[in-house]
């Protein structure tokens, strides 16, 4: 149960931030605890998308390397690493983007995306009991607010003290994701 | 071709393509181009030569190794990505270059885009096709071209031949009658590529015998 006793996290991946800003209010709002060493409570993964609009005619072979290929060969190794660092009954939390839902202008990062929401569904089914969800926040820097952040902390803190919710997309978007060419109902 | 389609089909292994063409009717409209689909200037020229482009259907893939997450090289990893996705988008590329308002854009993903923990890095690949589907999707939806997926189930292909017995013996229980033959995906194909099923746009059209529905659990 959440509270009942401190949890231990860790956060790897990308850098872009989102997920350290997510983990510096967990700490905020549970007895979460950054350790140095595992095995840890909580592993969470930054796969947050760049944000760059590059028409799909205009993408070179360096930008789809750069924007796609690349990024879902880091995640697939921070993935690796987290189930290590997870132990075997520990929660994993991907953090990515809504670019899967499909942004013009953003093809590489939609495929990235796409990439690490099949993957996040399908780890729990690999290595029960290892859990695995998602926070999924805009891909623009402009559309995450503060707010957005202390959702995705108390979300974070909800599925890492659950031993049942697995393979979960947490849209924290303020619904955009309900516009309706984006509502998808996989 | 039976829709009066000229068909050119495009692999790396000219012996596939040779059975192709010895199997099909000397009249079928039919030509086929030896062509690596990750291979830009080579998908460049056969595109040329083709001229006139109406439907592209990404169809190249690989399923890669049998793996867990975080065990693949990084050389076999981007063996896997380079064919499944490189490969759409160079070929996607360098089509909507050359073709004209009112075409179609096909892209063959898998069921296993939902979840696959068996084939994780194909899966991974599947997902992004269905991701970059959608984005090119509304992209060209002012050019008036359509780009949709078809995800298929178990498909009898060469594919199938790597796996062991007991994933045989679950496919053979799950589908009615064994892996579905491939006309059941170029029937999928031949509906987006219809006028009437180029009012799709960015859909995902899972061909699996409602195996994703969970059948198996039955």
Redesign the interface.
């Known amino acids: 149960m959440v509270g009942a006793r401190s949890l231990s996290l860790k956060v790897i991946g990308n850098g872009s931030g989102v997920a350290e800003a997510i983990a510096g209010r967990l700490t905020d709002i549970h007895d979460f605890v950054e350790t140095g060493h595992g095995p840890f409570d909580l592993v969470m993964i930054d796969a947050v998308d760049e944000a760059r609009s590059i ?3 205009d ?1 070179s ?1 360096e930008n ?1 390397e750069r924007l ?2 690349a990024p ?2 880091r995640l ?2 921070m ?3 987290a ?2 660092l997870a132990g075997p009954s520990g929660s994993l939390l991907l953090v990515g983007t809504d ?10 990062q ?10 996040g ?3 729990g ?3 029960p009991p290892v859990r695995c969800n998602m926070l999924i926040l805009p891909i623009e820097p402009a559309r995450r607010s503060p707010g957005m952040f202390d959702d995705a902390a108390r979300l974070a803190s909800a599925v890492a003290g659950s031993e049942t919710l697995c ?1 979960l997309r947490l849209f924290i978007d303020g619904a955009a994701h309900l516009d309706s ?1 984006y509502v998808d109902h ?1 | 071709m039976e829709d009066g389609w000229h068909v050119v089909a495009a692999d790396r292994d000219s012996d596939a393509l040779d059975a192709l063409a010895r199997s099909s009717p000397g009249s079928a409209p039919l030509s086929t181009e030896v062509m690596d689909v990750t291979d ?1 200037c080579a998908v460049a020229a056969v595109l040329d030569r083709i001229g006139t482009l109406d439907l592209l259907v990404n169809n190249a893939g690989i399923a890669g190794k049998r793996c ?5 090289s ?1 050389v076999e ?2 063996d896997v ?2 064919v499944n ?2 490969g759409i ?2 070929a ?2 360098e089509a ?2 050359r073709m004209g308002s009112g075409g179609a854009i096909v892209n063959i993903a898998s069921a ?6 068996n084939v ?2 194909y ?18 939806r002012r050019r008036g071209i359509s780009v949709n997926a078809v995800g298929p189930g178990a498909i009898d292909t060469t594919m199938q031949s790597a796996l062991s017995d007991e994933q045989r013996a679950h496919l053979a229980r799950i589908y009615s009658d064994g892996p579905m033959p491939p006309a059941v995906i170029a029937a999928a194909v031949r509906y987006l590529a219809s006028p009437e099923g180029r009012r799709a746009r ?1 859909q995902m059209l899972l061909v699996d015998e409602g195996t994703s529905l969970g059948i198996d659990l039955w």
């Open positions: 028409r799909f005619l993408l072979d789809f796609c290929l879902t060969i697939e190794r993935v690796g690493m189930r290590r670019a899967f839902l499909g942004k013009p202008e953003s093809a590489p939609a495929a990235a995306a796409g990439s690490m929401i099949q993957l569904r399908s780890l089914r690999m290595h393979g060419r996989r | 830009r867990a997450i975080g065990t693949i990084e990893f981007r990505l380079r996705l490189l988008f160079i996607s590329q909507v270059r296993s885009y939902l979840v696959s923990p994780p890095h899966g991974m690949t599947k997902g992004a096709v269905v991701g970059l589907t959608r984005s090119m999707a509304l992209e060209f960015g």
